[in-house]
Nanobody, 125 residues
Framework: QVQLVEFGGGLVQAGGSLRLSCAASGRTLRRVVMGWFRKAPGKEREFVAAASWSGGSTYYTDSVKGRFTISRDNFMNTVYLQMNSLKPEDTAVYYC??????????????????WGQGTQVTVSS
């Protein structure tokens, strides 16, 4: 069993920054894809970013490219999401997810087996 716990959410003004962390326990996640998803009120959950097990391949949804950066520390079993130039439309509950070693589409939530409980990010205008 794998537990994922997110940290770092909060309230920030537009243009500000936040850094989300996701700590994994239960077993090593060194060989799996890790991703971040978000769900805003009244909207479907959407993909935000993902990183392959080595971190050599990263994926972003278009709306966050150039503003968000995903990274991972496999020794610490932790994945991060650095969010800069935040906008009110980034307001959502952000979820960390762990997938598998071999995947076909890192942007697809179906590729992920384990999910965190979520952390709220609120961006005020």
């Amino acid at each position: 069993q794998v537990q994922l716990v997110e940290f770092g959410g909060g309230l920030v003004q537009a243009g500000g920054s936040l850094r989300l962390s996701c700590a994994a326990s239960g077993r090593t996640l060194r060989r799996v894809v890790m991703g971040w998803f978000r769900k805003a009120p009244g909207k479907e959950r959407e993909f935000v970013a993902a990183a392959s097990w080595s971190g050599g391949s990263t994926y972003y949804t278009d709306s966050v490219k150039g503003r968000f950066t995903i990274s991972r520390d496999n020794f610490m079993n932790t994945v991060y999401l650095q969010m800069n130039s935040l906008k009110p439309e980034d307001t959502a509950v952000y979820y960390c997810a762990a997938g598998t070693t071999v995947y076909s589409d890192a942007t697809d939530s179906a590729e992920y087996t384990y999910w965190g409980q979520g952390t709220q990010v609120t961006v005020s205008s």
